[in-house]
Structure formats: structure tokens, C-alpha cells
């Protein structure tokens, strides 16, 4: 599987041929564009993916968002300061039905005009938009390549590109533009083996650094009238030993967490294994068998998941991986 | 439910309601059903507003309002301190995901299964279509839906079937944006 990505590649220009006037042009253009790549390199792909964590948690901005899967494209106007730490956000779908998603801290109000309805949520740390970032001592694993491509424009802003290559067809590949003065990420690709974008997001303008009145925290639409709901209850999770495995997991894949957690409607608690390789997360749950028909293939967006019963188990893989990564955990699960 | 009997309950809550206000208070909830789903509401509310997802007086309310009526106490699951692996979230996949997740609240999420003919369902977030009005025939994708929420919570999660919202009473309504602080610009 070729996992190169289009673009300069620094390298391979530096050994160009120099024998004729044209290479002798060329030459010209690989020089400054070394100029450029060394300038690049000043900050590694490493430190600049460390500069990104920093400007996604602390940057306030406000933009217009376009985010693509599998071809169908919304887009959103996005709002967010941080304040003494605390983040509000509010996003706001342009099309259909206006949803209006409003963030203080760790609280989430969902403004649906159509059915004049506003839904309360608490998000705590696992469900926050901004989750806390690892210690140092978590390291990017060794199943991809993490190189700087070239820069770019994005927004109307430079940016650099990075591109994260994975070694095998059991992972996605990502290339992030990153604001080239503040790293912060203008637009991502999640790339399958065959090249083809999964998902794209893209800022098509955006203001770095905006002083951002409290009104822009306001719902556009009037809530009189709507009718406020909130969760009645509320998840549920006991760390737990388990006596599951996967046989056959894919390289450089490790368990993360296992866990018991009680499903909104279910009778009976799921077993829910967390599996990551550094990057991608695959859940395998695993349960009683469903009463109901399955889907045993399906997918949102780059999220792909695939389910099967095994004796008197329901065990269902998902994870932002290939097909065929879900569907080989699945297979090869098995109770010791 | 009126404001005496709110403060009533929040007292007990906090272990400050005085004990033979507490008999009262339990033998008026253990004689009016009613009475107990309102504050079983309110005190699912309450618990929301306030982020306490274990506050121990509302455990043993529910125990001794169950004593009352003779039943057998409510079993709590017991918590245990989540041991996190070295092996956690990545640097490089917490950074991603934070970057992603801003923009990664999905207005419309479509469930596609290349078993099914495509498209499962479309109503999966944000919707207020009930589970049970998706096309006949098709998987029953309630369970799969909430998979994928339980696996990456960057997923909208708010849904209005199953039961899973309550009606908030109108006097216990959020502020709804002039509680975010004063009129000063936020800092940069």
C-alpha cells in the first residue's frame, strides 16, 4: 500500500539532477526551498504537534467551519474564548435545522429550534470537547511516520503541513495544516490506505486570538416558550478485570482500560476494552446477545464498527480505523 | 413541589435536616408517590446542575424512603478508583482529538451499514425522532448508536428517546446566557 501523501518533498528535491539550465532553475528553487525546509525544521513535527495541544486549549477565536464525511459537507460558525480558564464555546449549523450547541465549562446546553427544544448536558472530563492532555512520559508510538510536507494557506493564513503516514492497513493517516504562527490546526484530512479523505475540516475564515464579547455566548433564537429537558441519568463506569483477549490484534495496538458500563435502555452492562496504538482508539464491547437485529458492518464518518456474536456474547469493535482493523479484533476475541 | 419542601430535602441531603424532621419527611414521601418522582426529579436535576454525580444523602434517601415502604434498599455499584494506564491517550491523539473534537459536534450523524443498503439512520443526534420510527425492517440500531456514543463522546449525545431527559420544571431552569460572568470582553 503506497501511504505517500502529494506535496514537496524536501528530500527528494535536494537530489535533483543538476545538468541542464532547466535543473539549473530548479536547483535555484530546491535552495530556497531547503531555506524554507530548515526554517521548518527549527521546530520539528514533534514540537509543533506540542505547540498545537497548547493553542487548541488556550486560543480563543471565532470562524466559519467546513466540515466534509464521505463527500456531504455542513458548515458551522464557531465561537470560543477562554476565560479564567473556564471555556464557553457555541457553534451553530448554517444549514437544516439550526442547531445551536452552547458550552460553558462543563456545561452544555443543545438548542433545537425545530422542536423548540434546549437539552442539558454535563460533559465531565471524558466527554469535554477539551479533554486534559497526557503527562511526557506517553509517547507516540512507532506504527506511523510524523514528517513536515511544506507550507501552505489556509484561511488566508500560512500554514505548515503535517503529514502522519501509519506503516500498515490497519490505520488512518492524518495530515494537519497548522497556523504557522500560533500551530494552530486550520484544517485536518483523515486519509484511508487508498488515499481517499474520510473526513476533512476546514476553517474557511477565522479570527486567532479574538476579543470575544459574552453576547456572542447568547442563543440566537428565543427560547420562550421551548421546553428544557436534562439526563435523568447518568453514566456509569467500574474499572473491572476481565477475562477477554484478542488473539490476533493488530501490531502495536495495547489495552488502555477495561471497564463495565451500563447502557442507557439495557438490561445488563456491557464490558467495554479500550484498545489504542498511540493514536487511534478501537472499544470492544462486549455484552449479551442482542434481541434485535445488528448491523455487522457500519461506520460514521472514519468511525468504523462491526459486531458479531460469539456463544451467548454480543461483541461489537469500534474504533477511527480501517474496516478490516475492527473486523480482525472482532474475530479474534476470546474468553480465557 | 414548593420551596419550603425543596429546602426540606436539600437539608436532608446534606445531613443538616433535624432527625424528627426526617421521619416526617420520609413518611410523607413513603405515603405519596407522586411526591417521590418529583423529588426523585428534582434531585436528578439537582445532581445535574451541580456536577455531584454521587452525593451520599440522596443514596440513602432512596434507602430509607425504601425501608419505609418495606422494600429492599437500592444497590449502589460499587466505585472503584480507575487505575489509568502509562498507556493512555497519546500526546498526539489527545492533541488531534481536542483539535478535531471543536469542530467534531455532528449536526446530522448518519449511521451508514454497506450491509443494509446504506443509510440506517439519520437520526441520531440532535434529532427528537423517536428509535422506534426509524424505516421498519432495518437494524435495530439503538444499541450500535450507543455504542459509538460510549466509545468516542466527542459524539453528540443528547437525545430525546429512551426516556434518557427529563422536563425541567420551569422554576428550575438554567439562566439561560446572563449568568456568563459581567459584559467584559473575554481575554485574548
Given at each position: 500500500m503506497d501511504h505517500s501523501l502529494p506535496g514537496l518533498h524536501i528530500m527528494q528535491m535536494n537530489n535533483t539532477t543538476r545538468t541542464s539550465a532547466f535543473s539549473s532553475l530548479l536547483t535555484i528553487g530546491v535552495l530556497l526551498s531547503s531555506h524554507s525546509a530548515i526554517a521548518l525544521a527549527a521546530d520539528g513535527p514533534n514540537e509543533w504537534l506540542g505547540r498545537m495541544s497548547n493553542a487548541v486549549q488556550n486560543m480563543s477565536y471565532e470562524g466559519t467551519v467546513i466540515r466534509t464525511r464521505r463527500g456531504e459537507a455542513e458548515t458551522l460558525k464557531v465561537v470560543r474564548s477562554v476565560e479564567d480558564g473556564v471555556v464557553s464555546e457555541k457553534l451553530t449549523l448554517q444549514e437544516g435545522s439550526s442547531l445551536e450547541i452552547i458550552r460553558k465549562g462543563d456545561e452544555v446546553h443543545c438548542i433545537l429550534p425545530d422542536s423548540k427544544s434546549v437539552l442539558v448536558e454535563s460533559w465531565d472530563n471524558q466527554s469535554t470537547l477539551f479533554s486534559t492532555l497526557p503527562g511526557r512520559?506517553?509517547?507516540?508510538?512507532?506504527?506511523?511516520?510524523?514528517?513536515?510536507?511544506?507550507?501552505?494557506?489556509?484561511?488566508?493564513?500560512?500554514?505548515?503541513?503535517?503529514?502522519?503516514?501509519?506503516?500498515?492497513?490497519?490505520?488512518?493517516?492524518?495530515r494537519l495544516w497548522l497556523d504557522r504562527s500560533t500551530a494552530f490546526p486550520l484544517r485536518t484530512e483523515l486519509i484511508d490506505g487508498d488515499g481517499t479523505i474520510l473526513e476533512q475540516i476546514k476553517f474557511a475564515d477565522i479570527n486567532l486570538d479574538a476579543k470575544i464579547s459574552v453576547e456572542a455566548f447568547s442563543p440566537s433564537v428565543s427560547l420562550e416558550n421551548f421546553?428544557?429537558?436534562?439526563?435523568?441519568?447518568?453514566?456509569?463506569?467500574?474499572?473491572?478485570?476481565?477475562?477477554?483477549?484478542?488473539?490476533?490484534?493488530?501490531?502495536?495496538?495495547?489495552?488502555?482500560?477495561?471497564?463495565?458500563?451500563?447502557?442507557?435502555?439495557?438490561?445488563?452492562?456491557?464490558?467495554?476494552?479500550?484498545?489504542?496504538?498511540?493514536?487511534?482508539?478501537?472499544?470492544?464491547?462486549?455484552?449479551?446477545?442482542?434481541?434485535?437485529?445488528?448491523?455487522?458492518?457500519?461506520?460514521?464518518?472514519?468511525?468504523?464498527?462491526?459486531?458479531?456474536?460469539?456463544?451467548?456474547?454480543?461483541?461489537?469493535?469500534?474504533?477511527?480505523?480501517?474496516?478490516?482493523?475492527?473486523?480482525?479484533?472482532?474475530?479474534?476475541m476470546r474468553q480465557r | 413541589m414548593n420551596d419550603a419542601l425543596k429546602m426540606q430535602i436539600s437539608a436532608f441531603v446534606d445531613g443538616e435536616l433535624p432527625e424528627n424532621e426526617s421521619e416526617l419527611l420520609l413518611r410523607r414521601l413513603s405515603q405519596d408517590v407522586s411526591l417521590r418522582q418529583q423529588v426523585a426529579q428534582?434531585?436528578?436535576?439537582?445532581?445535574?446542575?451541580?456536577?455531584?454525580?454521587?452525593?451520599?444523602?440522596?443514596?440513602?434517601?432512596?434507602?430509607?424512603?425504601?425501608?419505609?415502604?418495606?422494600?429492599?434498599?437500592?444497590?449502589?455499584?460499587?466505585?472503584?478508583?480507575?487505575?489509568?494506564?502509562?498507556?493512555?491517550?497519546?500526546a498526539i491523539g489527545a492533541a488531534i482529538a481536542a483539535s478535531v473534537a471543536v469542530l467534531a459536534l455532528f449536526a446530522v450523524q448518519q449511521v451508514y451499514s454497506p450491509d443494509d443498503s446504506g443509510i440506517i439512520d439519520t437520526n441520531f443526534a440532535g434529532r427528537t425522532v423517536p428509535d422506534?420510527?426509524?424505516?421498519?425492517?432495518?437494524?435495530?440500531?439503538?444499541?450500535?448508536?450507543?455504542?459509538y456514543l460510549h466509545h468516542n463522546p466527542r459524539l453528540v449525545t443528547w437525545q430525546l428517546w429512551d426516556g434518557s431527559f427529563v422536563e425541567i420544571e420551569a422554576q428550575d431552569k438554567p439562566v439561560e446566557s446572563d449568568d456568563r460572568g459581567s459584559d467584559e470582553e473575554s481575554q485574548d
Open positions: 512520559d506517553i509517547r507516540f508510538g512507532s506504527e506511523y511516520d510524523l514528517s513536515i510536507v511544506r507550507e501552505d494557506r489556509v484561511a488566508g493564513r500560512k500554514a505548515v503541513l503535517l503529514a502522519i503516514r501509519p506503516h500498515d492497513e490497519f490505520r488512518f493517516g492524518h421546553t428544557w429537558y436534562a439526563e435523568t441519568v447518568k453514566r456509569v463506569e467500574v474499572e473491572v478485570k476481565i477475562d477477554w483477549a484478542c488473539d490476533d490484534l493488530p501490531p502495536g495496538f495495547r489495552v488502555v482500560s477495561t471497564k463495565t458500563e451500563q447502557l442507557p435502555g439495557a438490561d445488563a452492562p456491557v464490558t467495554h476494552i479500550l484498545y489504542s496504538d498511540g493514536l487511534a482508539t478501537v472499544s470492544v464491547f462486549i455484552g449479551q446477545v442482542h434481541k434485535g437485529k445488528l448491523a455487522r458492518r457500519s461506520n460514521i464518518g472514519g468511525s468504523n464498527a462491526y459486531s458479531m456474536q460469539l456463544a451467548n456474547y454480543q461483541i461489537t469493535v469500534i474504533g477511527e480505523v480501517p474496516a478490516v482493523t475492527v473486523q480482525r479484533i472482532a474475530s479474534s | 428534582y434531585l436528578a436535576i439537582g445532581r445535574l446542575m451541580r456536577r455531584d454525580h454521587d452525593v451520599p444523602g440522596i443514596s440513602d434517601l432512596r434507602d430509607r424512603i425504601a425501608a419505609a415502604l418495606g422494600e429492599e434498599p437500592i444497590q449502589h455499584p460499587a466505585r472503584t478508583e480507575v487505575s489509568r494506564s502509562k498507556f493512555t491517550r497519546p422506534s420510527q426509524t424505516a421498519a425492517g432495518r437494524p435495530d440500531n439503538a444499541l450500535l448508536k450507543q455504542l
